[in-house]
């Protein structure tokens, strides 16, 4: 359980304050040392000073890990008021402690006369935990069973919750069915996702892109160039391209944004690709199933216009051929009643033929889009 921002900056009574950006390209200027006329201002110093309002916790304990004496900042950290931190242990303020690494501390610390740095947990009295960093030294006093050990603890809270967020997104975007990549504003990659790798490269490894230029597999002129010009202005950029690369073929859905950096700066772009060559197969199913219900709706309705000239010309003729008496009105009239139901299906014929022709045409382009 983490605690709050405003509880860890309550507890550790530290200000921070970023200027590295007033630093780029700044000369380092001349130190001025005890040969120009420096004072020692060390001898002038209260060591207690220190050790009450060094870091976010100061504590000295003994082998065992019992706390023998902790700082003012100590108690304020931990929650509890500064008696009860000094008859507490170790193993109550930091998680993690235990007895085996405690003879590890005892061990290295005072008798090879090493640092240790622990990234580790800190347990507070109201019940949350934080993260902090344990610096553990000796005091440097040789000799002595009953020597104790420096705990110099710094609270690390904010930077550990803002570590685990970029480790949730770099898995997000690396295990991502999208491709993501980031390229520099000149077009040359500086990061790929597997599956953009795996579309460009047919390789998962994160570094197989890194270095290359975007347009040997994008096209220059239709995609990275448009893209360039929007990113500059700070735009947002989306855009398609067909793509073949062996007997792979795929239809990309490329959406690009700028990448900034802290400072506001434009520093390159993030790009994703999608490949919609399923989606718009399927599109193109939707679209034939569509039109063949069409045709067949359109073929029943043309054969319900032949069958009424086609009657009508069979009729005639048979009336023709089996009325051998018949007046020469009649036969005129029945004559032209043939004729005419020729023309209607002359007519209706011609008019599935164009269907037929059209039918054919769309069918040669979803080919293509498929392709």
Known sequence: MSISEQTIAEKSRTIKIDIRSLGYGRPGLPGV?????????FARVDPA???????????????????LQANARAAQFFGYDKGTLSRASLSLL?????????????????KNRRYMRIQAFARHKDGNYSSVEVIVMSNMRVGGADEPI????????????????????YHAMDNTDAGIGVVT???VFSYANRALCELFSDDKNGGALVGQPLDLWLDRKKILEPMQEKIKNREPWSGEQ????GEKSAWLLISAVPDVNEDGELTGIVFSVRDLAERRRAEI?????????????SLSSVCHDLGQPATVLLTSLELLKQEKDLDAETARQMVDMSYEAALDLRRCLQELNTRRRSGAEQQEEEKEDEA
């Open 49 to 67: 000073l220190f050790f009450e309002n060094s870091y976010d916790a100061i504590i000295v304990a003994d082998e065992a890990g019992r706390v």
């Open 242 to 245: 067909r793509f073949l690369r």
């Open 185 to 187: 504003l000149q077009g």
């Open 94 to 110: 930091v998680a993690g402690i235990t007895d085996e690494l405690l003879r590890q501390i005892y061990s290295e610390v005072t």
């Open 150 to 169: 420096c705990y110099l603890i710094r609270d690390t809270q904010l930077r550990y919750e803002a570590e685990q967020n970029l480790n949730s997104a």
């Open 33 to 41: 040392g005890k040969e120009n006329g420096c004072v020692d201002y």
């Open 285 to 297: 199913a939707e679209q034939s199933v569509a039109r063949n219900r069409a045709l067949m709706e």
